[in-house]
């Protein structure tokens, strides 16, 4: 019994001005309360094992929701690079059906422009060689003209040029038809240095082609030990030629860059002068010459091909 009702009960039994009767009463009537105390007591204790155990098992299933969170935010980003990845592969057989298209269109171009020049460097050999049997016959006929003869020495050193030019002409055509002609992959034995001197003529007058003005001195410094080496020369000549046109592009903008310069540098020019910090701006704008440099060296069984211009550089947000 609750010791409070006990006492209560002990104090009624010891009172002498109650009857047996009204103490029994008040005895069960103590007892009755002190049922209801304990049974008030066994759901409060049941409740409270009800409360915790909910709480534990809603900590539990926190848990697990933030798990389920974290698996659906780690499958969303693998389904995100999923999907890039996919968008990259897609760009990139896009850009290999535009260069494969290029390839057979520059294939095409190319063909049609060989049988002309064939044309050219044959007839001027012919040409050349028929002038060289009219100096002979002159010769033979004692016809010592000067007139003559300085006509036929013009036209000779004309064809000479024609002829020249012509065979550069044929050089570049055929670096087109390498670079547009579809590879395996196949390595074969290839003279490095002359791949790479190939492909940086090709580069320059590609850009000399867009731009009659524009022209760069090129230094190449090519290691003789190299010789020949098994690469596939139409996927180096690829890089090679990307690599240097990146070198010529960079070159241009910054001549662009000092043409400007130059035209605005009368007014900075007198405002330098009226601030008392007078430089030669000038001397600096004519002073830059668009330079590529590339050299090949030999380092154990590796090639290390470089190549330099004096542009801008690259931005450092681009590196």
């Not at 010891?14 to 009537?29: C, F, R, Y």
């Not at 290999?96 to 063909?111: P, Q």
Request: glycine letters at 6%.
């Amino acid at each position: 019994m609750n010791p409070n009702l006990q006492s209560i009960l002990n104090i009624v039994q010891q009172t002498g001005g109650l009857s047996e009767s009204a103490k029994k009463d008040i005895a069960n009537s103590v007892k009755e309360v002190d049922k209801s105390l304990t049974i008030t007591e066994f759901k409060l204790d049941r409740t409270e094992k009800v409360k915790r155990t909910t709480a534990i098992l809603l900590e539990e299933t926190i848990e697990e929701l933030e798990l389920k969170r974290k698996a659906i935010e780690e499958t969303n980003l693998a389904l995100t690079k999923s999907l890039q990845e996919l968008r990259a592969a897609q760009a990139q057989l896009v850009q290999s059906e535009k260069m494969a298209s290029l390839g057979e269109l520059t294939a095409g171009i190319a063909h049609e422009i060989q049988n002309p020049l064939n044309f050219v460097n044959n007839f001027s050999d012919v040409s050349r060689e028929l002038i060289e049997e009219a100096e002979g016959s002159r010769q033979k006929a004692g016809e010592n003209s000067p007139e003559v003869a300085e006509l036929l020495t013009d036209i000779k050193q004309n064809l000479e040029k024609i002829n020249h030019h012509g065979k550069r002409a044929d050089t570049i055509v055929k670096g087109m038809l390498q670079h547009s002609r579809s590879t395996t992959g196949q390595k074969e034995s290839t003279d490095i240095n002359a791949l790479t001197e190939e492909y940086l003529k090709l580069a320059f007058h590609g850009y000399r082609g867009k731009d009659n003005s524009f022209n760069a001195e090129i230094k190449t410094i090519l290691d003789p030990q190299i010789g020949s080496i098994n690469i596939a020369p139409q996927e180096i000549g690829r890089v090679l030629l990307n690599v240097f046109n990146n070198a010529f592009y960079a070159v241009k903008e910054k001549q662009k860059q000092k043409e400007q310069e130059k035209e605005g540098g009368g007014e900075k020019e007198k405002q330098k002068t009226e601030t008392g910090l007078r430089r030669d701006v000038m001397h600096d704008v004519q002073g830059y010459q668009p330079q590529v440099s590339v050299s090949t060296k030999k380092k154990g069984n590796k090639i290390e091909i470089t190549v330099r211009d004096n542009g801008n550089g690259i931005p450092e947000k681009v590196i």
